[in-house]
């Protein structure tokens, strides 16, 4: 296995509910590393960046007003295969469908509201993390 690095973003319904502790305990138990973090409010061309990929989707602006109505955490996390750990901890995108244990079925308030954010792939982690982070701003 290789050591990874993945984006994670804590999202709005997660900070508004003081979750981040918890949520990163979930993240250091099943042995990522935070490497970089930092609190901070999307703006609305931002989050339409970041989401650009689903655009022609139906949910694009709810998702877009979601991830802008309040702070969000964003973060890299750093491990062996962290993609797919953090993937495997998140837990299905649908909190209904998530496994016992993962964050989305502990926190999530909805399938849109489902508290965190995690990169799909090593390609997509890549392009996410450089989105929110500088090299220096990440201390491995």
């Not at 319904?13 to 979750?19: F, S």
């Not at 602006?61 to 979601?66: A, I, N």
Request: glycine share 8%; proline share 4%; charged share 25%.
């Amino acid at each position: 296995m290789a050591v990874e690095r993945t984006l994670s973003i804590i999202k709005p319904d997660a900070t508004r509910r003081n979750l981040t502790g918890a949520i990163n305990a979930k993240f250091e138990e099943a042995g990522l590393r935070i490497v970089a973090q930092r609190r901070i409010r999307l703006a609305r061309a931002d989050a339409e960046s970041f989401y650009d990929v689903h655009r022609a989707r139906p949910f694009f602006g709810s998702l877009c007003d979601f991830m802008t109505s309040g702070p969000v955490v964003v973060q890299v996390l750093e491990g062996e295969s962290a993609v797919a750990r953090n993937r495997d901890i998140m837990g299905a995108t649908d909190p209904a469908k998530a496994a016992p244990g993962t964050i989305r079925k502990l926190f999530a308030e909805s399938i849109e509201a489902n508290s965190v954010h995690g990169s799909d792939s090593a390609e997509n982690a890549a392009r996410e993390i450089a989105f929110f982070f500088a090299g220096l701003d990440i201390v491995g």
